[in-house]
């Protein structure tokens, strides 16, 4: 039953839509929205399209921005002989926090998962192994210590073997089944630190 106006009940649906926001956090934002000075909801929904048109992938290392290729894969203080593989771009936010990490990233924009039928030619593995036949020194994988997480980096390290390219994972200090963007930077720091030799 509509208990709204019909434009109220679809701004509630939409924002319904939203993960996390359920019907009632739905209905609360829908009427602080309807309360917020007709400019500030204008300059809302400004931003979320013009950050929805304007974000693509990085053509180097596939992390969501809105250049060709994002700043870190652009700058020359960078180490770009050294590759981080992380499953999304939140996950090289979160290392990036840090300030600690000076090389590059890869983004897989996903992980392998027999389970939900996601192979390896279903994420960025191709990219990844098509950058890894330029210059260089040392590959870490800082995939999640989930299941899936784990079966990705055993087959990025099977995948390198015998390519003299060092290969090393994160320390599990992390959490098991932890997301890397909820872990605080001092432990994403020493997951770093104390990464092993994979190949
Ligand atoms: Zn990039």
Known sequence: MDYYSKTITKLIAEL?????????????????????????????????????TSARYCRECFTLTDEDICPICSSDK????????????????????????????????????????????????????????????????ATNSTVEGEATATFISKTLKDTGIRVTRIASGVPVGGDLEYIDEVTLLKALENRKELN
């Open 78 to 141: 960078r180490d770009h002989k050294t590759i981080m593989v992380v499953e999304d771009t939140r996950d090289l936010v979160a290392y990036e926090k840090t300030g600690q990490y000076h090389g590059v990233y890869h983004v897989l924009q996903g992980a392998i998962s027999p389970l939900q039928g996601i192979g390896p030619a279903d994420i960025r593995l191709k990219e990844l192994m098509i950058r890894l036949q330029g210059d260089v020194d040392e590959v870490i994988i």
């Open 16 to 52: 319904g839509h939203l993960p996390g926001v359920g019907q009632k956090s739905a209905q609360r934002l829908a009427f602080h929205i309807l309360h917020m000075p007709e400019e500030q909801v204008r300059t809302l929904s400004e931003a979320i399209l013009t950050a929805r």
